[in-house]
Nanobody, 115 residues
Framework: QVQLVESGGGLVQAGGSLKLSCVAS????????MRWYHQAPGKQRNWVAL???????FYANSVKGRFTMTADNTKNTVYLQMNSLKPEDTGVYYC?????????WGQGTHVTVSS
């Protein structure tokens, strides 16, 4: 199994930036793709970004050009750099992976963007 621990959330004004981290308890070289999801208050959880072992990253249209996902294999960590934040980016951000046939979620990190 794998544990995922997110951090980096907080309160920021609209237009500001935050960098989220997700540390995996196993080598991320063993994980095909790692994903970030966003859950706004009272809404369903939506996919935001993913990165593959080859470091190719893909983004939801809502964050394309503003968010960047990267990976540091030496630290078993993926990051989500969030720029030009908007109030609608408020919510909980979760790290998610499939590992050995099981889907895993972190506990999430809270982001609040004030207008």
């Amino acid at each position: 199994q794998v544990q995922l621990v997110e951090s980096g959330g907080g309160l920021v004004q609209a237009g500001g930036s935050l960098k989220l981290s997700c540390v995996a308890s196993t080598s991320i070289n063993r994980i095909k793709t790692m994903r970030w999801y966003h859950q706004a208050p009272g809404k369903q959880r939506n996919w935001v970004a993913l990165i593959g072992r080859d470091s190719a990253a893909f983004y939801a249209n809502s964050v394309k050009g503003r968010f960047t996902m990267t990976a540091d294999n030496t630290k078993n960590t993926v990051y989500l750099q969030m720029n030009s934040l908007k109030p609608e980016d408020t919510g909980v951000y979760y790290c998610n992976v499939d590992f050995e046939g099981t889907n895993y979620w972190g506990q999430g990190t809270h982001v609040t963007v004030s207008s």
